[in-house]
T-cell receptor, first 110, second 114 residues
């Protein structure tokens, strides 16, 4: 199968930390990416993991465990502008298409 | 450096007409992906193309939809005899290589079928 699962909604407080999980069921897994999309806007790339472990880019970090078919996006020091939808996406070594999850809508309260 | 360019930004068609959506990838990118997105939903994969080749069209409806990426010019997503259910945002993305870890998205075309 090639389905991805992530929570549909998450709410957090400004300045806090939030983790968005993503699990995938796939064979031929190549890598896990994360994208951000603001309402009415285009998706923009955040991070990519092909190997187990944590990748850090400023306030955002992404983690992958290939053995658990699981990854997460960690957002620190949340700002109001981080309110958006976040998508995990899986790329494949054979089919070469990139499949997106249904997205997690992150709402941030002051 | 121009990003991925999509046009038109908004397209209105009546049922039964044809819709043509264009996508010019980033300079140096030879791989193009098309996705469809309904409001409050995720990005649904449609087709993946290289120059003059369709690599994977497993997400394309069997009828009325076609895509191409010619040697010269933009990639085209063509929808014939549109129906109201085709109304959606259509996003194009490009990458430098196959199974690239990073996709660059265009601003999308919002198709509205009356």
């Amino acid at each position: 199968g090639q389905s991805l699962e992530q929570p549909s909604e998450v709410t957090a407080v400004e300045g806090a930390i939030v983790q968005i999980n993503c699990t995938y069921q796939t064979s031929g897994f190549y890598g896990l990416s994360w994208y951000q999309q603001h309402d009415g806007g285009a998706p923009t790339f955040l991070s990519y993991n092909a190997l187990d472990g944590l990748e850090e880019t400023g306030r955002f970090s992404s983690f992958l465990s290939r053995s658990d078919s699981y990854g997460y996006l960690l957002l620190q020091e949340l700002q109001m502008k981080d309110s958006a939808s976040y998508f995990c996406a899986v790329s494949y070594s054979s089919a070469s298409k990139i499949i997106f999850g249904s997205g997690t809508r992150l709402s941030i309260r002051p | 450096n121009a990003g991925v360019m999509q046009n038109p930004r908004h397209l209105v068609r009546r049922r039964g007409q044809e819709a043509r959506l264009r996508c010019s990838p980033m300079k140096g990118h030879s791989h193009v992906y098309w996705y469809r997105q309904l409001p409050e939903e995720g990005l649904k994969f449609m087709v993946y193309l290289q120059k003059e080749n369709i690599i994977d069209e497993s997400g394309m409806p069997k009828e009325r939809f076609s895509a191409e990426f010619p040697k010269e010019g933009p990639s085209i997503l063509r929808i014939q005899q549109v129906v109201r259910g085709d109304s959606a945002a259509y996003f194009c993305a490009s990458s430098r290589g196959q199974s690239s870890e990073k996709l660059f998205f265009g601003s999308g075309t919002q198709l509205s079928v009356l």
